[in-house]
């Protein structure tokens, strides 16, 4: 489904990525954890295409085909979705008009036939009900004034509209109480199938007792330095990053 | 002089009817007045050539036109054609009077005298061209806290050929509640002017509407000007579309304490139209708040003019102003003249203003092409959303509904798109 090799991104002349190698196959779940700053956002944005991110060496293929020559769209298109860690607020166009055009965008590239009015409003309403948000929020602009919960609930609402391939979840858990915690989970438990990849980085291990991850990787500085089963996640967990630190061959910043 | 004007000034004075003094003595200021030219500050930017030379006093008939009613906003409809009323409505609700300009009963002429000419101020010279000429109108008076359910929706269209001038007055008793749209329609060859005055009482609240939807050749000048008594409310809408010559003035004079005054203003211009709108807050009590938002898409070869002032006077202590005007050019030939006008000469107020050249947010962009939205439309999602976020701010939902079907169908019909603007200009 995605493979990443020896990526290298930076923005604004810093680079961020290190050397990053990642392989996530068709129904997995990988979970990103590690310190601030070590570029777990980036990768989320690279792999979206936001512009100011420049990849300067590597590459990631995305069903075989080579993600970095696809336009920001495209990449939508072909199934793949970010949910960020900061969702956008966009007053004046509304969610229905945003979540429709997206809609009909994913199913005109599927070639599948578009909805009708009231096929998709019964589609966003169920959505609604899923991520528990109330309907009228559908009128709203884009997240405008909405709570932080309410706006990761959002982009979960468009996960469950979308239905990508491969959803990548950018500290979706932080700012949710426990309740939003666990309702985002059970959003994401009930997409899982043997063909949707997941990739969900987080600071917590609450959001992984919940999704229980295939893999748990560690990014610092760049690169992945560590990967394992679900357990690695309850190590960080009690131990925090110092000790990987001590692992030999890995450079360590002041 | 040209020959409109001559020939407009000749037939003011064959005019005799019971507002003959108000009407001679703005006469008397319009011989004293130059017409203007592009040296005269009030029109720099807008050309009055296009009216100089016409001539539709003849008039012609109107053809049977169908009134332009807004379905489900239960309205109290009154709709001129070509400056004609058509009917006033049998059944009013209790505590609302409306009477034609030309029929006002002995009991209701004085407090129209005073109001006549007495909100909108002298320096308008089409509303002294007015002031003369209408003879058609209407006289509006609700009384002390009436709750008015209703809006009160005033319809005028112009045809092929015709002048006409209109002159509406209102008076909002104290502790009422009124919606007020004025509705202007039209797209042919045709010259009006329409002006509004507003009085409002003691805590009276006044939701108001200028659909300013004529368009092409209809050239239309007017103006809505309001006064605001102690702890009044007004929340004012305006809606241009520009056409070869359009010119709104606006004047809100916060007259008592503590009054409260928001005026959101929306312009959605392309081909060759003209929007002209001036607004002018007068801030004379203390504690009374003004919050203006004007937002304005300017395609084609069109051109806006914006100039907004407000005049803080010195015994308006304590007074809150915020202008706020941003515009979003879709080509290289639009263009858009802005002059925020600030005159403080209060020292404990808060006050703020700024005008710029918009920017489409790429952050937003990115936003919505990584749900799979193309790039052109994600464009349009966010021009349009620049003036949609202040008609998802009309109170009334009927209205916001219509008018944005109208804009965004408008809007589409726009074909010239680019994908940017330049940042700040004033």
């Keep these: 489904m995605l493979s990443i090799k020896n990526l290298k991104a930076s923005i604004a002349g810093k680079t961020i990525l290190k050397g990053l190698d990642l392989t996530v ?26 512009e100011a991110y420049i990849v300067e060496e590597g590459s990631i293929l995305f069903e ?31 969610n229905l008009e945003f979540l429709k055009a997206a809609v009909d965008a994913q199913r005109e590239a599927r070639g599948e036939p578009l909805m009708s009015s009231k096929e998709f409003l019964n589609a966003a309403r169920e959505a609604c009900k899923a991520v528990r948000l109330p309907t009228e929020f559908l009128k709203r602009g884009v997240n405008e004034g909405f709570s932080g919960g309410e706006k990761k609930r959002n982009d979960i609402l468009q996960m469950l509209m979308l239905q990508p391939k491969l959803c990548i979840l950018d500290e979706t858990d932080s700012g949710l109480d426990i309740d939003a915690l666990k309702l985002v989970a059970d959003c994401v438990n009930s997409q899982r199938d043997a063909k949707r990849s997941f990739v969900v980085v987080t600071h917590y291990q609450r959001l992984l007792d ?37 692992q030999p061959g890995e450079e360590k910043s002041l | 002089m040209n020959s409109w004007f001559d020939n407009a000034l000749t037939r003011a004075e064959a005019i005799d009817d019971w507002l003959h003094e108000k009407r001679a003595a703005s006469l008397a200021l319009l011989r004293d007045t130059d017409w203007p030219t592009r040296q005269t500050e009030a029109w720099k930017y807008t050309s009055l050539k296009k009216l100089e030379q016409l001539d539709f006093s003849a008039g012609t008939p109107a053809p049977s036109i169908n009134a332009h009613s807004i379905s489900d906003l239960n309205s109290i409809n009154l709709v001129f054609i070509d400056g004609v009323l058509q009917s006033i409505p049998a059944d009013l609700p209790e505590g609302l009077t409306i009477m034609p300009l030309a029929q006002v009963p002995d009991e209701h002429q004085p407090w129209v005298l005073d109001q006549f000419a007495g909100v909108k101020p002298p320096q308008h010279l089409f509303g002294l061209i007015n002031d003369t000429l209408a003879t058609d109108g209407l006289v509006i008076d609700i009384a002390p806290h009436v709750d008015l359910k209703h809006p009160i929706h005033i319809i005028q269209t112009m045809t092929a050929g015709n002048e006409a001038h209109c002159r509406t007055l209102v008076r909002v008793g104290a502790g009422a509640r009124v919606t007020v749209i004025e509705h202007l329609t039209g797209d042919q060859e045709s010259f009006n002017t329409n002006f509004t005055e507003y009085s409002l009482a003691t805590k009276a609240e006044l939701e108001h509407y200028r659909l300013a939807l004529q368009s092409d050749a209809a050239l239309t000048i007017g103006g809505s000007h309001f006064n605001l008594d102690t702890q009044a409310t007004l929340n004012s809408t305006i809606v241009g579309y520009g056409s070869d010559l359009a010119r709104i003035d606006v004047d809100i004079s916060h007259q008592g304490e503590g009054t409260l005054a928001k005026l959101d203003a929306i312009y959605l ?158």
């Design chain 2, 269 to 426: 211009l392309d081909k060759q139209t003209h929007f002209d709108l001036h607004s002018n807050i007068e801030h004379t009590a203390p504690n009374g708040t003004s919050d203006e938002r004007v937002r304005g898409i300017v395609a084609g070869k069109a051109r806006a003019v914006f100039n907004g002032r407000i005049h803080i006077h010195r015994y308006a202590q304590k007074t809150s102003a915020e202008l706020n005007n941003r515009n979003l050019l879709l080509s290289r030939d639009a263009e858009v003249d802005v002059k925020p006008e600030l005159e403080i000469y209060a020292d404990d107020v808060s006050c703020a203003h700024g005008a710029t050249i918009a920017e489409i947010d790429q952050l937003a962009l990115y936003y919505l092409r990584s749900r799979g939205i193309g790039l052109e439309q994600a464009h349009l999602m966010l021009n349009f959303g620049f003036i949609n976020e202040l008609i998802d701010q009309i109170p009334n939902a009927v209205l916001a509904d219509w008018l944005r079907q109208q804009l965004s169908g408008r809007f589409t019909r726009m074909n010239t798109i680019k994908h940017s603007g330049q940042e700040m200009a004033q």
């Design chain 1, 64 to 94: 075989g085909v080579d993600l970095l020559t696809m336009g920001i769209e495209e990449r939508a298109l072909a199934g793949l979705f970010l949910a960020f860690q900061y969702p956008l607020e966009i007053p004046g166009v509304s």
């Design chain 1, 210 to 246: 919940y999704l229980k991850p295939d893999y748990v990787h560690v990014l610092s500085e760049g690169k992945i330095i560590k990967s394992g089963g679900p357990s690695l996640a309850s190590e960080l967990e009690e131990q925090g990053y110092a000790w990987l630190d001590r």
């Design chain 1, 25 to 50: 196959n068709p129904g997995e779940v990988h979970a990103i954890m590690g310190p601030n700053g070590s570029g777990k956002s980036t990768l989320g944005y690279v792999l979206s295409g936001r």
